[in-house]
């Protein structure tokens, strides 16, 4: 069983949906936790980072994490054509040097 | 753009040989990691660096290698490439070694 589960979609929505992305993990030492998005044969870009349980909000982000749960939560509001990319939750702790433990990544598609 | 650049942006080369690809960090990051992304493998951490010193190692082969050198930027070497070594690497810095970890554009492998 992987550390982190994400499902790897695609997700099809249309433009203006609130989408939901999700991971769950089974390490419950992770306490930090990223969500990245990913253009096609691009590096990663880090869009929200959270530590420990609770909600952080940017912008049309927001991220949500359940450490009871081992459940963490990324919505995108007013979803654009622009947000389709693949978005991938990571997870580290300070015992293990913050190496990012990576969920294989959510395709997203939005449709105009 | 994350300000991590990598060299080269693509490389291609034969079984048996040996690579070096390049990453400089942020501006004042101290730490640098290196992650090597595949279909099957998904986003994998390879080794982390801190201001010249190895501090962390994942899933890393022993034909590869890496170093942190005092102006702070990394190589990872790649010896006696065989086919299933191509892939996408990615390095990624981060200011202190904490979770927040920006990544560059990669370098991608090709080996024939």
């Known amino acids: 069983q992987k550390e982190v589960e994400q499902d790897p979609g695609p997700l099809s929505v249309p433009e203006g949906a609130i989408v939901s992305l999700n991971c769950t993990y089974s390490n419950s030492a992770f306490q930090y936790f990223m969500w990245y998005r990913q253009y096609s044969r691009k590096g990663p870009e880090l869009l929200m980072y959270?530590?420990?349980?609770g909600n952080k909000e940017d912008g049309r982000f927001t991220a949500q994490v359940d450490k009871s749960s081992k459940y963490i939560s990324l919505f995108i509001r007013d979803s654009q054509p622009s947000d389709s990319a693949t978005y991938l939750c990571?997870?580290?702790?300070?015992?293990?040097?913050?190496?990012?433990?990576f969920g294989s990544g959510t395709r997203l598609l939005v449709r105009p | 753009d994350s300000g991590v650049t990598q060299t080269p942006k693509h490389l291609i080369t034969a079984t048996g040989q040996r690579v070096t690809l390049r990453c400089s960090p942020r501006?004042?990051?101290?730490?640098v990691y290196w992650y090597q992304q595949s279909l099957d493998q998904g986003l994998q951490f390879l080794i982390q660096?801190?201001?010249?010193?190895?501090?962390a190692k994942g899933n890393i082969l022993e034909r590869f290698s890496a170093q942190q050198f005092p102006d702070l930027h990394s190589e990872l070497n790649l010896s006696s490439l065989e086919l299933g070594d191509s892939a996408l690497y990615f390095c990624?810095?981060?200011?202190?070694?904490?979770?927040?970890?920006?990544f560059g554009q990669g370098t991608r492998l090709t080996v024939v």
């Open positions: 501006s004042g990051d101290l730490s």
């Open positions: 990624a810095s981060s200011p202190s070694g904490g979770p927040e970890a920006f």
């Open positions: 959270t530590y420990s349980s």
């Open positions: 660096y801190y201001n010249g010193e190895e501090r």
């Open positions: 990571a997870m580290s702790s300070m015992d293990s040097s913050y190496k990012l433990i």
